[in-house]
């Protein structure tokens, strides 16, 4: 099983709608957990990062973490053409908190007008 | 707010040279910075952990002789490809942390640099 797995791509969904991205991982230790988009050519930049068990919400993107499930989720909300990008499930490894990220193999997004 | 910069943004080079990559915290120092690389359709992939002041701690099948990290100071990395082959060719992406945000810290990334070895 790998560490950090994402829902099989690509997602497209109309303008407008919700996209519902999903990510599970393997260490029941981890604590840290984050959303990374990246555009296609470029580093990926941080979106959203979430701790504690629960719903985060920060515009229109909302993040999901169920720890008993080892699952984590982003939403976004009111899709925009923009949103299009490749979007990265990262946890720290080893289930520190401490720089070093595994990342899922990211789900491509396309957000259509 | 904090930045990573990476320089060059791009480059090629003929197969069997050497190809230095630089990486600097511009408003923050950075004791740890991390190299990572991303191949074609592929997720990043941790490289090693660039340590100031120390040896870089590099991860599993990742050559240390081949991808020489240097530290020099806490605000710059340096990754150099040595004797590149077109196999190298791949997109390489170095990352910090705030020193004072040690602990459920996300990554500050640089820009990256998009090797094309020929």
């Known amino acids: 099983q790998k560490e950090v797995e994402q829902n099989s791509g690509p997602l497209s969904v109309p303008e407008g709608a919700i996209a519902s991205l999903n990510c599970t991982y393997s260490?029941?230790?981890?604590?840290?957990f984050f959303w990374y988009r990246q555009y296609s050519g470029k580093s990926p930049e941080l979106i959203m990062s979430?701790?504690?068990?629960g719903d985060k919400e920060d515009g229109r993107f909302t993040a999901q973490l169920n720890k008993a499930s080892q699952y984590v989720s982003l939403l976004i909300r009111d899709s925009q053409p923009s949103d299009s990008a490749t979007y990265l499930c990262?946890?720290?490894?080893?289930?520190?908190?401490?720089?070093?990220?595994?990342f899922g193999q990211g789900t491509i997004l396309t957000v259509h007008p | 707010g904090a930045v990573v910069s990476q320089h060059p943004s791009w480059v090629i080079c003929k197969s069997g040279t050497s190809v230095k990559i630089e990486c600097r915290s511009l408003d923050f120092q950075a004791t740890t910075m991390f190299w990572y690389r991303q191949f074609p359709k592929q997720s990043l992939m941790l490289m090693a952990t660039?340590?100031?002041?120390?040896?870089?701690?590099?991860e599993q099948g990742v050559e240390k002789d081949k991808f020489l990290i240097n530290h020099a100071s806490l605000t710059l990395s340096t990754l150099t490809v040595t004797s590149a082959h077109p196999e190298d060719s791949s997109f390489y992406i170095c990352?910090?942390?705030?020193?004072?945000?040690?602990?459920?810290?996300?990554?500050?990334f640089g820009n990256g640099t998009r090797l094309t070895v020929t």
């Open positions: 990352s910090a942390l705030l020193i004072r945000d040690r602990d459920n810290s996300p990554l500050h």
């Open positions: 990262a946890v720290p490894a080893g289930g520190t908190s401490y720089g070093k990220l595994t």
């Open positions: 260490d029941r230790v981890s604590q840290s």
């Open positions: 660039s340590n100031e002041g120390s040896k870089a701690t590099y």
């Open positions: 979430i701790y504690s068990n």
